[in-house]
C-alpha cells in the first residue's frame, strides 16, 4: 500500500489556532521563494511568495517570514480552518526559471 | 476552474506497455514542466519545454521522453513501463517562469 504520511512531516492544529509552517533551504543564491498548497488528488495551488529583498510578507490569513541568515522560510495561516488542511510545500529559485521544491508538511487541522 | 489538464487521472498497467500521459493547456503559456512526486514527497523536475520543438531534461533522471508539437499540449511516454516508474506526474505551465506556475492535477500510474 501506499506510504502517505510516512516520510511527511505532520502538524495537527485545532480549528481557530494559528499554524506555523517551517522550511529550510539550502542555496544562498535562491532570490524567489514560493509556498503551495497541494490537497489530495490535486496539483500544487500557489498560496504567496516572497522576494529575497524582503522578510515579511502578508497574505489573506497567511504570512511569509523569510531569514536569509539562516536560511529559513515560514508561512503561518491564522485562524487555521478545516479547509486548510493539506500537504504544504514551500519551493526556491535562484533566478532561473526552474522552481526545486522542498519536502512538504502535512497539516492537519481537528475540530 | 483549471486551465491545465491532465489525463488520465488514474493509470494501473503492466509491465512493458507503452503509455502516453496527456497534458493541455489553454492559457498560451510558452514553458509546461513535468514533474514525478512519490506519495507525500517532494516534487522532482523530470521534464521542461520552452516552447514548440523545445525539450529539455529536468533535474531527475528519467526513462520518459516529451514532445512539444503544439504549444498547448506537452505528452510524457514510457516507451516500456515497469514497477519503478509508479508515480504521480504532475503537469505545470507559466507564462514568466518562475513566476505564475499552473499545476494540473496530476496522473496516479501504478505498474504492476
Known amino acids: 500500500g501506499e506510504s502517505v504520511g510516512l516520510h511527511l512531516p505532520t502538524l495537527s492544529v485545532q480549528e481557530g489556532d494559528n499554524s506555523i509552517i517551517n522550511c529550510a533551504y539550502s542555496n544562498s543564491a535562491s532570490d524567489y521563494f514560493i509556498w503551495y498548497k497541494q490537497e489530495s488528488g490535486k496539483g500544487p495551488q500557489f498560496i504567496i511568495d516572497i522576494r529575497s529583498n524582503m522578510d515579511k510578507r502578508q497574505g489573506q490569513r497567511v504570512t511569509v517570514l523569510l531569514n536569509k541568515t539562516v536560511k529559513h522560510l515560514s508561512l503561518q495561516i491564522a485562524a487555521t480552518q478545516p479547509g486548510d488542511s493539506a500537504v504544504y510545500f514551500c519551493a526556491e529559485t535562484d533566478n532561473t526559471d526552474k522552481l526545486i521544491f522542498g519536502t512538504g508538511t502535512r497539516l492537519q487541522v481537528f475540530p | 476552474e483549471a486551465d491545465i489538464y491532465q489525463t488520465p487521472r488514474y493509470l494501473v498497467i503492466g509491465t512493458g506497455k507503452k503509455i502516453t500521459l496527456e497534458c493541455s493547456q489553454t492559457m498560451g503559456h510558452d514553458k509546461m514542466y513535468w514533474y514525478q512526486q512519490d506519495p507525500g514527497m517532494e516534487l522532482h523536475l523530470i521534464h521542461y519545454?520552452?516552447?514548440?520543438?523545445?525539450?529539455e531534461k529536468g533535474d531527475l533522471s528519467s526513462e520518459s521522453t516529451v514532445s512539444r508539437i503544439r504549444t498547448e499540449h506537452f505528452p510524457l511516454t514510457l516507451e516500456s513501463a515497469r514497477p519503478s516508474h509508479t508515480s504521480q506526474y504532475l503537469c505545470?505551465?507559466?507564462?514568466?517562469?518562475?513566476?505564475?506556475?499552473?499545476f494540473g492535477s496530476g496522473t496516479r500510474l501504478t505498474v504492476v
Open positions: 519545454s520552452y516552447g514548440v520543438n523545445s525539450t
Open positions: 505545470a505551465s507559466s507564462e514568466d517562469s518562475p513566476y505564475g506556475y499552473t
